[in-house]
Structures are given as C-alpha cells and as structure tokens.
C-alpha cells in the first residue's frame, strides 16, 4: 500500500506564490507519473501538472509560464510551485502517482492523496 500526503496550501493574495509538496511512502519500487490536479467547487477535477520518472513535464494551458512541476525521486516527492496566482487558481489540489510496487511486479496502480486547498484571494 501507498500513501501520498500533500502539504503546502493555504490562502495566497492574487499574485503571491504556493509551493505544494507531495510525498509518497509505502511500498515503492519506483513512481512512473507524478501529476497535480485540481478541483474547484462545482467544476470537474483538472489536470494541471504531469512529470515522468525522466523528468519530462507537460501542463495545462491555463497554467503555462506559471506554474512549475519537479520531484525528487530519491525521497518519492512531487512539487507544484505556483506564481502569479490568480483567483481562478482556487481549488482543492491533488497529487496522483503510478507506483510500481516491487521490481517484479508485472503491472503498477495508481494513488490519489488527499488533497490541499488553495485560496487565492485579496
């Protein structure tokens, strides 16, 4: 089993800054995808951020120049930083990883954590 935990949310000014962090524990071989997704109230979850295992990213159009997505795969941890924050940005925020449990392990599975709020709001 895998436990992902975020931490980092908060009420931010328009224009102010978050930096999210995620960590994964549990059994762990390896995380393929790490991404960041969100939720705002009455909207469907979005993704934002992906990141491969090789470091490759991809964002969402919205957050684009904004936004900047890393991990550190030696401590299992996924980091969203965001500038420029813009009411829009609130939602409830979460972290989603592919974990390969163990070295022969044939398939992977996918974890959700449980989500960090971001408000941004004068």
């Known amino acids: 089993q895998v436990q992902l935990v975020e931490s980092g949310g908060g009420l931010v000014q328009p224009g102010g800054s978050l930096r999210l962090s995620c960590a994964a524990s549990?059994?762990?071989?390896?995380?393929?995808?790490m991404n960041w997704y969100r939720q705002a109230p009455g909207k469907q979850r979005e993704l934002v951020a992906t990141?491969?295992?090789?470091?490759?990213?991809n964002y969402a159009d919205s957050v684009k120049g904004r936004f900047t997505i890393s991990r550190d795969n030696a401590k299992n941890t996924v980091y969203l930083q965001m500038n420029s924050l813009k009411p829009e940005d609130t939602a409830d925020y979460y972290c989603?990883?592919?974990?390969?449990?163990?070295?022969?392990?044939?398939?992977?599975?996918?974890?959700w954590g449980q989500g960090t709020q971001v408000t941004v709001s004068s």
């Open positions: 989603y990883a592919v974990v390969r449990p163990h070295s022969s392990a044939l398939i992977s599975y996918q974890y």
């Open positions: 549990g059994t762990i071989f390896s995380i393929d995808a």
């Open positions: 990141i491969t295992s090789g470091g490759a990213t």
